[in-house]
């Protein structure tokens, strides 16, 4: 069988978040491919199983905030859709589900499955010349692309591995809300089933990514790199917060410590905080995992994580010390907390950590107010059943403000506002490192 063309492909990307839809939106552009110089005509069908969220696009919303609705209406070549059969006729498939962690933080396989079942029963109808490619993007751990989905996708189709189909992975490395480090601006690792199928899995995304492309060795050796990465983001951070945690005791400031460490050439520039999101603080547990089905027990990568998901407490009993230092009564006490999202400007809530604050909180009787000018009200009310804000209520005054997440619209707040909304003796806690020094926060 012949592989696809790479200027007139037609290509279905499954599952339409963060990851899939700016890659459907850039692969459906009709300009000129950056190796060849040919003008790519490429039809993209941007599938997903989430009704509202296809609606919404239709309309010209993303929830994302990824893109506007102009932007959305620009994208001439990209059709969206719910209804498998839509699908029929595609030759390249880029599989972006979700790939999360269950209650008891285990890989959760199910979107991935089923999204490896729904190529296999689209493939198996397929009568084409041309040898289908099927590309994973959704992290995983070393080997589950081939161990899971493609053996999904040969028992429900009888087709044969490398001879009727053939697999890449290509680990997507954008950062959501980060207008500097998009799709194609950052260099894109590739691999493949084959030898040919590797070169031009690598090609594809060859004709849009401006700094180029890495050919991994295998798709194992990619799916390694991408869980690497975020595992040493993971680590680098638990490491910065059991710091902070010392550095509290000692009664030293830790972003003063920074400042100071920062001047050497060579020490790692990592914050204290809360780690949440869809990635850094999930994906580890998707390497501890396999290791650990290897006989291996992973010591530091699992207490870096226990670290960082002890975070939301140790903050919380800060504050109750503090109170109790200032013969303050807890219960009824209110606390306004800033910012919800998992991290800065972006409406992302995925896996936030700060519900676990609130729990912590709410634990000890205090009343919380949550506020975020970017998440979505009702998607809050759907995740965490939590009612919050997107403003700051005008004058109420709280006996303690957290500011948890540094959105551009808190660290521009500045003194005279912040006293707007305290009382005299209000605590403070910063987590982030963005309130005036003159509040004397409690800096995590
Ligand atoms: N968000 C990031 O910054 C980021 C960065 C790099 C890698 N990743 C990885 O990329 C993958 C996707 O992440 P995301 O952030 O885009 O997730 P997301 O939750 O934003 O989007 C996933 C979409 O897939 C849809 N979906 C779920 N199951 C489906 C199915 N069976 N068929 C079709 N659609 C389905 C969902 O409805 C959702 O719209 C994950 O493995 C993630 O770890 C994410």
Not at 154 to 181: A, M, V, W
Not at 286 to 305: F, H, N
Not at 421 to 443: A, F, H, M
């Amino acid at each position: 069988m012949k592989l696809p063309s790479l200027i007139t492909c037609r290509i279905g990307v499954i599952g339409l978040g963060y990851v899939g839809l700016p890659l459907a939106v850039e692969l459906s552009k009709s300009k000129e491919c950056l190796l060849t110089k040919i003008k790519l005509e490429r039809r993209v069908i941007g599938f997903d199983i989430n009704k509202e969220r296809i609606n919404e696009l239709l309309n010209g919303y993303d929830l994302t905030k990824e893109f506007s609705s102009e932007e959305l209406k620009k994208a001439d070549f990209l059709e969206f859709t719910h209804s498998e059969e839509r699908l029929t006729n595609i030759d390249v498939f880029i599989v972006t589900v979700p790939t999360p962690i269950d209650i008891s933080k285990q890989p959760d396989f199910e979107p991935l499955k089923n999204a490896s079942r729904l190529v296999a029963r689209v493939i198996s109808r397929r009568n084409s010349e041309v040898l289908p490619i099927i590309i994973f993007e959704s992290t995983v751990y070393p080997g589950a692309t081939e161990e899971i989905c493609v053996k999904i996708i040969e028992e429900e189709t009888g087709l044969k591995y490398r001879q009727d189909f053939g697999c890449g992975y290509s680990p997507e490395r954008i950062n959501p809300g980060d207008k500097q480090h998009t799709l194609t601006s950052i260099k894109k690792v590739t691999s493949g089933s084959d030898l040919n199928v590797a070169q031009w899995v690598d090609k594809f995304y060859g004709s849009i990514i401006i700094p180029g492309t890495y050919l991994a060795k295998s798709i194992k050796v990619a799916e390694a790199a991408k869980v690497i990465e975020n595992t040493q983001r993971d680590l680098n951070i638990a490491l910065i917060n059991e710091l902070s945690i010392i550095f509290k005791i000692m009664n030293i400031d830790t972003l003063d410590v920074l400042s100071a460490a920062r001047t050497k050439w060579n020490f790692l520039d990592f914050k204290p905080g809360l780690v949440g999101g869809h990635c850094i603080g999930v994906d580890p547990y998707y390497l501890t995992y396999k290791a650990q089905q290897l006989g291996y027990y992973p010591e530091v990568v699992l207490a870096g994580r226990r670290i960082n998901d002890n975070m939301p407490k140790w903050i919380a009993e800060q504050l109750i010390l503090s109170m109790a230092k200032k013969e303050m009564i807890i219960g009824g006490q209110e606390v306004l907390i800033l910012g919800l999202a998992f991290k800065a400007n972006c409406p992302d809530i995925r896996n936030t950590r700060i519900i676990d604050l609130i729990k912590n909180l709410r634990s000890y009787g205090l009343l919380t107010t949550v506020v975020d000018p970017y998440v979505n009200i009702n998607d809050a009310e759907m995740k965490y059943q939590l009612q919050i804000l997107n403003k700051i209520p005008k004058d109420h005054k709280y006996g303690s403000i957290i500011a948890a997440v540094d959105h551009k619209e808190f660290s521009s707040i500045t003194y005279e506002e912040w006293l707007n909304i305290s009382r005299k003796d209000t605590i403070y806690i910063d987590v982030k490192g963005i309130l005036p020094r003159e509040l004397n926060p409690i800096r995590i």
